[in-house]
């Protein structure tokens, strides 16, 4: 099991898988070139999640496809400080099933 932390800082933030820095796959999808954000809907949250299921998933195509659905889901609701688990992200794609039809 991963488990993803986003932590706050004096001078910035910080977001680790497994405590190793996650990538965020500006390769797949540039929402914000100044990195991840949480807490609101924008574009630090699109890449946010983005980077959080392209890890968890291993499947770019499956993250682009639902990463917004799981921008409003999740990011926008996470705290100061936070920790995922993959069961905790398993749980909301489950739960996006019909919101998003079969892409989940």
Request: proline share 5%.
């Amino acid at each position: 099991m991963k488990t993803y932390e986003g932590r706050r800082f004096p001078l910035g933030l910080e977001v680790t898988v497994n405590g190793q820095s996650l990538d965020p796959r500006f390769d797949l999808w540039d929402h914000s070139p100044t990195g991840f954000e949480w807490g609101y809907a924008g574009s630090g949250p699109a890449q946010l999640a983005l980077a959080l299921l392209a890890d968890h998933l291993d499947d770019d195509e499956r993250a682009i496809t639902l990463h917004q659905d799981f921008k409003w889901a999740v990011v926008t609701k996470l705290p100061h400080s936070w920790t995922l688990t993959t069961d905790d992200i398993e749980r909301t794609l489950q739960s996006l099933v019909g919101k998003v039809g079969s892409h989940v």
